[in-house]
């Protein structure tokens, strides 16, 4: 009797890690756009504290003006680089865009999966996000085990 409710407990807590699991990586999927956001924003922040400290170091100008200047200096690069690279990178992005699909193929047609691109489609759109967090919980389960 007392290795059964162990059991029972132990088959408990092994669908609690599981659960546990599958939300946060599905949280962990729907706030992935806000991870990356938050990360671009630190880098930003270190490099304009750093240009700040730096200008404010060489030029003997209040750290507040520095950061003004060091910000408008970044902004200014980067509307020049866009400027000037921007329409060769617009067009590099849409024929890796255009040719993602083939690619997704031959991956998939190496890896013995037909149809890669249209599984990835489904399982991404609004209809298959089911079937992706249960493939998702059931290899969880099946490492558990």
Known sequence: MQSEAMSDWVFFRRVLVVLATVVVAYLGWKIAALFFIFFAAVLIAVLLSGLAAL?????????????????????????AIL???????????????????????????????????????????????????????NLSIGSQI
């Open 55 to 79: 200008l404010a170091k060489l030029t003997s100008t209040s750290r507040g003006w520095a950061l003004t200047a060091s910000s408008l200096t970044v902004a200014a690069v980067i509307v």
């Open 83 to 137: 400027s000037l690279f921007g329409t060769q990178l617009a067009g590099q992005i849409s024929d890796v865009f255009a040719r993602l699909p083939d690619a997704i193929e031959a991956g998939g047609e190496r890896l013995g999966i037909h149809n890669a691109f249209e599984q990835i489609k489904e399982a991404v759109s609004g209809e298959g996000g089911g079937q992706l967090l249960s493939r998702v919980a």
